[in-house]
T-cell receptor
Framework: RKEVEQDPGPFNVPEGATVAFNCTYS??????FFWYRQDCRKEPKLLMS???SGNEDGRFTAQLNRASQYISLLIRDSKLSDSATYLC???????????FGKGTHLIIQP | GAVVSQHPSRVICKSGTSVKIECRSL??????MFWYRQFPKKSLMLMAT?????????EQGVEKDKFLINHASLTLSTLTVTSAHPEDSSFYIC?????????????FGEGSRLTVL
């Protein structure tokens, strides 16, 4: 079983809609989780950290479910500029301290 | 915030030549930097950990003689792809952590797209 799994998509969503995707992780001892955003041919950039109590930043909401070992990202009122690949990242498992998912490709359509 | 700069952003070379990619931390010192490779529609794969003043630590399956890493100062690490072949064509990204320990945020360079003809 892969350490961090995501549905690669693509998710095609009309502008203004709400979209959510999950990421599962295999290491139950994992403590910290992040969502990164990566635009095509660009480097990943931290979107938000995921806290146990969940956290919200504007239109973005991240949730952690430790019992089922998954994290989620919800995007409300999606914008065209939200089109990107969203990487689920878990602290631990590598020399750099991070294990990356393959990413979920999101396409917001006008 | 912290900035990591990578150069060149894009390089095209002939098979058999060597290519050097630079990674700089612009406003902080990084004793450790990381090098990744990313193939299309694939996840970032950690290649090696670059340690200032000492040898790099390579991940399993990564040829250290093929991918030479030098971390001569606290703000610069270089990755040299030696005798590049078409299968080495990929997106190479570096990162550095601003702060001690694994909890500091990881900042990524802009990436270098290598195309080997």
């Amino acid at each position: 079983r892969k350490e961090v799994e995501q549905d690669p998509g693509p998710f095609n969503v009309p502008e203004g809609a709400t979209v959510a995707f999950n990421c599962t992780y295999s290491n139950s001892a994992s403590q910290s989780f992040f969502w990164y955003r990566q635009d095509c041919r660009k480097e990943p950039k931290l979107l938000m950290s995921v806290y146990s109590s969940g956290n919200e930043d504007g239109r973005f909401t991240a949730q952690l479910n430790r019992a089922s070992q998954y994290i989620s990202l919800l995007i409300r009122d999606s914008k065209l500029s939200d089109s990107a690949t969203y990487l689920c990242v878990v602290l631990g498992g590598g020399a750099d301290g991070l294990t990356f998912g393959k990413g979920t490709h999101l396409i917001i359509q006008p | 915030g912290a900035v990591v700069s990578q150069h060149p952003s894009r390089v095209i070379c002939k098979s058999g030549t060597s290519v050097k990619i630079e990674c700089r931390s612009l406003d902080f010192q990084a004793t450790t930097m990381f090098w990744y490779r990313q193939f299309p529609k694939k996840s970032l794969m950690l290649m090696a950990t670059s340690n200032e003043g000492s040898k790099a630590t390579y991940e399993q399956g990564v040829e250290k003689d093929k991918f030479l890493i030098n971390h001569a100062s606290l703000t610069l690490s270089t990755l040299t792809v030696t005798s590049a072949h078409p299968e080495d064509s990929s997106f190479y990204i570096c990162s550095a952590r601003d702060g001690l320990g694994a909890s500091g945020e990881l900042f990524f360079g802009e990436g270098s797209r290598l195309t080997v003809l």
